[in-house]
């Protein structure tokens, strides 16, 4: 069955730097999805992207977050300056339509920001 | 704006038994979906299974099976024959049909489940 692939796993980076966290949806899937859950929290959606560019984003995704699609088959997620408050897990997601049938998740990134 | 409520968060089961995960959710939309995810421990989210608003009849899905009450917005899941692997964090989530930033999924806060051997 088709996966969405994130890596790394877990990623240890200090306050202040920058990290890229990768994912690899689905190959035919359209739509894609950056999700956060900080520990002992409700999961949180973070940004929805679609032909090329942001379709949704939510109040978390400040000037510090950006999406990109490089090569037509890896979806980044770039934090720029990371602060202790951005350690949390981050899912990425993808779907062929528009959700109405669900997301396929990836197996997150663990962010620990020290 | 959405919020789903789970209002569990633990909940254990003797293997081969039958149990309920409860969740509400509050939304002023007459249209929406509805889903059940599985966090197991390797924390891959797992589609469990869906249900449109607009259908009364409740999904189902092998072992899996919804108690959808649109007039009380609550959607409860029931696993049948609990097995071992059934194990995991349960999330109940919400996507509106409309888009928007709201229509992506409004997760709850997760039910612990644990099967006892």
């Known amino acids: 069955e088709p996966e969405v692939t994130q890596t790394p796993s877990h990623q240890v980076t200090q306050m202040g730097q920058e990290v890229i966290l990768r994912c690899v949806p689905i190959s035919n899937h359209l739509y894609f999805y950056w999700y956060r859950q900080i520990l002992g929290q409700k999961v949180e959606f973070l940004v929805s992207?679609?032909?090329?560019?942001?379709?949704?984003k939510s109040e978390i995704f400040d000037d510090q977050f950006s999406v990109e699609r490089p090569d037509g088959s890896n979806f980044t997620l770039k934090i720029r300056s990371t602060k202790l408050e951005d350690s949390a897990m981050y899912f990425c997601?993808?779907?062929?339509?528009?959700?109405?049938?669900?997301?396929?998740f990836g197996s997150g990134t663990r962010l620990t920001v020290v | 704006a959405q919020t789903v409520t789970q209002s569990q968060p633990e909940m254990s089961v003797q293997e081969a038994e039958t149990v309920t995960l409860s969740c509400t959710y509050d939304t002023s939309e007459s249209d929406y979906y509805l889903f059940w995810y599985k966090q197991p421990p390797s924390r891959q989210m797992i589609l469990v299974i869906r249900?449109?608003?607009?259908?009364?009849q409740n999904a189902t899905e092998n072992r899996f099976s919804v108690n959808f009450q649109k007039a009380a917005k609550s959607f409860s899941l029931k696993i049948s024959d609990s097995q071992l692997g059934d194990a995991a964090m349960y999330f109940c989530?919400?996507?509106?049909?409309?888009?928007?930033?709201?229509?992506?999924?409004?997760f709850g806060k997760g039910t612990k489940l644990s099967v006892k051997p």
């Open positions: 249900q449109e608003a607009y259908k009364q």
């Open positions: 997601a993808s779907s062929l339509y528009q959700g109405d049938y669900g997301y396929t």
């Open positions: 989530a919400y996507r509106s049909r409309y888009g928007g930033s709201q229509g992506n999924l409004i």
């Open positions: 992207f679609y032909n090329n560019e942001i379709s949704e």
